[in-house]
């Protein structure tokens, strides 16, 4: 079983910066490709940003050049660095993993979440 626990949220002010953590426990986690989701009050979960296992990345336009997203493979952690953050980035983070090594844009494409930690940013 594979379990997904985030980790570093919290209330900034707009600007400021905030970097998210989700470790995995299981074996051969490290193989997998994962993936940052957030969601807004009312509004669907979306992409974020995404890593492969051999650390190529993808980002949605709407947090290009502000977030980072890295993994150490030996710690099974991925991170995602969150700069220049903007009232609409509030949202619960969600971290996701998939049995695979390419990255996906899509939420159905990953098979374990964790359960999410709060991002608030404040005017």
């Known amino acids: 079983q594979v379990q997904l626990v985030e980790s570093g949220g919290g209330l900034v002010q707009a600007g400021g910066s905030l970097r998210l953590s989700c470790a995995a426990s299981g074996r051969t986690f490290s193989t997998y490709a994962r993936g940052w989701f957030r969601q807004a009050p009312g509004k669907e979960r979306e992409f974020v940003a995404a890593i492969s296992w051999h650390g190529s990345t993808r980002y949605a336009d709407s947090v290009k050049g502000r977030f980072t997203i890295s993994r150490d493979n030996a710690k099974n952690t991925v991170y995602l660095q969150i700069s220049s953050l903007k009232p609409e980035d509030t949202a619960v983070y969600y971290c996701?993993?998939?049995?695979?090594?390419?990255?996906?844009?899509?939420?159905?494409?990953?098979?374990?979440w964790g359960q999410g930690t709060q991002v608030t940013v404040s005017s």
């Open positions: 996701a993993g998939r049995r695979d090594s390419s990255y996906a844009e899509g939420p159905d494409d990953y098979d374990y």
